[in-house]
């Protein structure tokens, strides 16, 4: 695996100093982030589905990526002139307000599509069939799954694997089905769903950290 730099490793020093107990997972940690990383050098995009608790952790993520995280993202200079020459006013307003993103698409949202594929084909699909839609090959699919058994997520996660999408797991210390498919999984050490969803949270958050530094700096 390749090495983290300083910085980066850094970040991972501070979540496992906060969660000591998280230090029994660090490799995989930088597997997954690293996974990211890729993805998004090569123009990708993370695709993200849970249920309950993990369904919020996936629009979560969505937020925390497609907008500062901590630091500020602002648009290149050219494209602010872009949007100035196009309208003095409101292209200088956006100029100052839009930030520059890493494209997350929670498979949870889109209530229409989803609503209407549960409706009219199947409950359990649903993931898979945004997945379908929504991923090319080169992308990530993060699957979160307090049980790593998981039904629905289980299906995105073979649709992912055919379309050539990477596939990361997020779950508890047992793991279940999507741990032993997963390209890397991330089995964080609790059983109970609650402590693991706690255990989530400073996980995904390291990631965007991490993610915002390499990509827009501190």
């Given amino acids: 695996m390749r090495e983290l730099d300083k910085t980066l490793s850094g970040h991972l020093d501070t979540l496992i100093g906060r969660h000591p107990s998280l230090g ?38 969505a937020g925390e990526l497609m907008k500062r995280f ?7 200079d050219e494209f602010a002139e872009r949007l100035k020459s196009i309208d003095p006013v409101r292209g200088a307003q956006l100029a100052a307000n839009l930030e520059r993103g890493l494209m997350a698409i929670p498979l949870v949202a889109h209530e229409a599509l989803t609503t209407a594929y549960i409706n009219d084909v199947d409950g359990l699909g649903v993931f898979a069939q945004q997945l379908y839609g929504f991923g090319r090959k080169g992308d990530v699919f993060l699957g979160i799954s307090t049980s790593g058994n998981s039904r629905n ?14 596939v990361i797991g997020l779950t508890g210390v047992e793991g ?15 059983t109970e769903t609650y402590m693991i969803q706690e255990l989530h949270l400073p996980v995904y958050h390291c990631w965007c950290l991490m993610l915002e530094e390499h990509f827009f700096g501190s």
């Fill in 24 to 61: 029994a997972v660090r490799d995989e940690i930088a597997a997954a982030y690293l996974a990211m990383e890729e993805c998004y050098e090569r123009g990708g995009k993370l695709l993200i589905a849970g249920n309950g608790g993990s369904a919020a952790d996936s629009e979560h993520i």
């Fill in 70 to 76: 901590r630091n500020p993202r602002p648009v290149p």
């Fill in 153 to 166: 997520v289980m299906y995105a996660a073979v649709t992912a694997r055919a379309l050539g999408i990477c």
């Fill in 176 to 190: 279940g089905e999507l741990a032993e498919f997963a390209d890397v999984a991330v089995k964080v050490p609790e």
